[in-house]
């Protein structure tokens, strides 16, 4: 869970996180924690380490806020110009297109998101994974649970994203 997507692309991030996180809980002994959902693969993480320390901490995953244009709301997005913002919604038009075409095949899924970052000269994208919701791993074929995860570049701002289906 903590090898794929953003553990490929920022390695040790999660044992950081985790570490942080379990601190916390031992600290604080919290009955509920609130995680958002925009970063999912964390959220993910959270509930696996709650399984594993056995704790009856419930996480409960808040929705991503979104700006009007459908960018997933972030500090980051203060460092992006009103042109980059509004070029950053290609991440959340190619989510929602994946959303509502789900009786197409992953693959095919995957070829129009690249092709259309390929279209941008001021977006790139760095990954698309469609992954089972429990392991985040990777799925070629749609299961039960799922969700579309996708890292993007507009010039040196790293934007992250992804819609649970």
Not at 22 to 50: M, S
Not at 57 to 72: D, H, M, V
Not at 82 to 102: G, R
Not at 125 to 151: G, Q, R, S
Request: charged share 25%; hydrophobic share 40%.
């Amino acid at each position: 869970m903590t090898s794929v997507m953003e553990g490929k692309f920022r390695i040790g991030h999660f044992n950081g996180m985790a570490t942080v996180v379990e601190k916390f809980f031992k600290l604080i002994k919290p009955t509920k924690a609130f995680f958002g959902q925009k970063d999912l693969q964390q959220l993910q993480i959270v509930k696996t380490l709650v399984k594993q320390m056995n704790v009856a901490i419930e996480i409960i995953s808040i929705p991503t806020a979104r700006e009007k244009n459908g960018l997933a709301k972030s500090s980051r997005n203060k460092l992006l110009s009103d042109y980059e913002k509004n070029k950053s919604s290609l991440i959340y038009k190619c989510l929602k297109y994946c959303a509502h075409n789900k009786e197409k095949e992953i693959a095919e899924l995957k070829i129009f998101i690249k092709n259309q970052f390929k279209k941008e000269t001021d977006i790139a994208l760095e990954y698309v994974e469609f992954v089972n919701l429990n392991t985040m791993l990777p799925i070629k074929k749609w299961e039960k649970e799922n969700a579309i995860c996708i890292a993007a570049y507009i010039n040196s701002v790293r934007l992250i994203d992804n819609i649970i289906l």
